[in-house]
């Protein structure tokens, strides 16, 4: 994630950088072990020449428009090249529940026990 401190689209509102989109990076998971619905982000996203996501430029943004700002201001300021694409990737974020399902337990005392 972009520094809120030197987030370019950041507003002087304080840490909260409201309408920035910092202040919608995720909450803190419950660790309840139950499957939460989905959150989801917008991030700016820098494109391969295939057109292909690689790398994430700006974000957690709370709606697409954050991430087209992002976009805008990147350009006007010449921080990217002419021929640097970008897209707005809306990322989907679950609640990892860790799982032993189909893991290989031998594998892993064999491995702990070598420590």
């Given at each position: ?64 428009e954050g991430a087209n700002k992002a976009a805008y201001l990147i350009k006007a300021m010449h921080l990217s090249t002419e021929r640097e ?31």
């Open positions: 994630m972009t520094d809120p401190r030197t987030c370019p689209t950041a507003t002087n509102s304080g840490p909260s950088h409201i309408g920035c989109g910092h202040d919608a990076a995720p909450s803190v998971p419950t660790g309840s072990g139950e499957q939460k619905g989905p959150m989801y982000q917008y991030w700016l996203v820098s494109l391969d020449r295939y057109g292909n996501p690689n790398r994430l430029i700006d974000g957690a943004h709370s709606e697409a694409k970008f897209a707005v990737a809306k990322i989907e974020l679950l609640e990892c529940v860790p799982s032993d399902k189909g893991v290989n337990h031998e594998a892993i005392k064999t491995i702990n026990s070598n420590r």
